[in-house]
């Protein structure tokens, strides 16, 4: 199985910032990179997929970038509606999808 | 809009069974594969198991073959989870989730998910 890690694992940024989170794969999932926002008592939400692409309608301060095994996810400039945790996944390989552990993106 | 509704979760004893269900609605639902995904309390998010578009393909996690079975009915627009011997670390959050294309697999990622249905396995 493909094995995903995220640093950090909790983020303490103020509005405004430039945050960054990285993703890493056991081994290399060229581009098959999805990243997700979650907010507490609500679903995911699809921000990033193949690595780099912005889904419909995300804004776009939020950006993806990586191949092989090593992806980050930037936001440019925080924005309040921001504070959430984010998981990136890997669909290179179905047996079976795995998730990142998540990062907690909280207020400073 | 696209909706996906989840329903069934509840109390049940280790052993026991549940059947999970997801309403679809604001798109062609036969047009794409479906997943399952859960979220233990607390903690991050599991794959669990996921069909194509006509329920042709299913593929599950390692930790729940031979007990879970996924199906749908695409008449109803509506995908199933059939929980059989269930343990007390199946407790979680189900999500079903829709896949970007007409299997679940390799190359395809979920587009769109529901808020979950809560299941509690415990004496």
């Known amino acids: 199985d493909i094995q995903m890690t995220q640093s950090p694992s909790t983020l303490s940024a103020s509005v405004g910032d430039r945050v960054t989170i990285t993703c890493r794969a056991s081994?290399?999932?060229?581009?098959?990179l999805a990243w997700y926002q979650q907010k507490p008592g609500k679903a995911p939400k699809l921000l990033i997929y193949k690595a780099s692409s912005l889904e419909s309608g995300v804004p776009s301060r939020f950006s993806g970038s990586g191949s092989g095994t090593e992806f980050t996810l930037t936001i440019s400039s925080l924005q309040p509606d921001d504070f959430a945790t984010y998981y990136c996944?890997?669909?290179?390989?179905?047996?079976?999808?795995?998730f990142g552990p998540g990062t907690k993106v909280d207020i400073k | 809009e696209v909706q996906l509704v989840e329903s069934g979760g509840g109390v049940v004893r280790p052993g026991g069974s549940l059947r999970l269900s997801c309403a679809a609605s604001g798109f062609t639902f036969d047009d794409y594969g479906m997943s399952w995904v859960r979220q233990a309390p607390g903690k991050g998010l599991e794959w669990v198991s996921g069909i194509n578009w006509n329920g042709g393909s299913t593929g599950y996690a390692d930790s729940v073959k031979g007990r879970f079975t996924i199906s749908r009915d695409n008449a109803k627009n509506s995908l199933y989870l059939q929980m059989n011997s269930l343990r007390a670390e199946d407790t979680a959050l189900y999500h079903c989730?829709?896949?970007?294309?007409?299997?679940?697999?390799?190359?395809?990622?979920?587009?769109?998910w529901g808020q979950g249905t809560l299941v509690t396995v415990s004496s």
């Open positions: 989730a829709r896949s970007n294309a007409h299997y679940y697999g390799s190359g395809s990622y979920n587009s769109y």
């Open positions: 996944q890997q669909y290179n390989s179905y047996s079976p999808f795995t």
């Open positions: 081994q290399s999932i060229s581009s098959w």
